[in-house]
């Protein structure tokens, strides 16, 4: 409420040790409660008479349901998720592509094989031995 510290408090206790005394300071201490007191009350009882309290209310309830209304407005949480689905959807693309360019690479080689084998079949005997050199 004071934005008061513990050092500020125990400055204050000394300064007022120092200047009242040891013997006045309980006295000092219970007045000053009292009087704490008294004014805790009459604030008190003009917030009730000019109905600030009510109104002190109202603001706090209107506080937490606009927090609320941002809480529920807050769209990063699907964002998220929308993210998180599409990264799934390209690993899961990109998993396929490899797969098919292994496949596709597979066939490549063994079509190139079968080409081979044929060329070397048509050729003959004569294609075997221009191999060789």
């Keep these: 409420m004071f934005n008061i510290g513990a050092g500020e408090i125990l400055l204050v206790l000394v300064v007022a040790f120092v200047i009242v005394g040891p013997d006045d300071l309980p006295r000092v201490a219970r007045w000053l409660g009292r009087m704490v007191r008294k004014l805790r009350t009459l604030i008190k009882d003009i917030k009730a008479e000019t109905g600030w309290d009510e109104v002190e209310k109202e603001v ?3 506080q937490k349901d ?3 209304t941002v809480r529920e407005m807050d769209i990063s949480a699907d964002l998220k998720d929308a993210v998180k689905d599409v990264n799934q959807e390209i690993n899961g693309i990109s998993k396929d592509m490899k797969a098919d360019f292994k ?9 190139m094989k079968a080409l081979d084998d044929d ?3 048509a050729t003959g005997p004569a294609g075997d031995a221009d191999d060789k050199q």
């Design 60 to 62: 706090r309830e209107v």
């Design 66 to 68: 606009v927090k609320q």
């Design 103 to 111: 496949a596709l690479d597979q066939q490549t080689k063994a079509d």
């Design 119 to 121: 060329i070397r079949a």
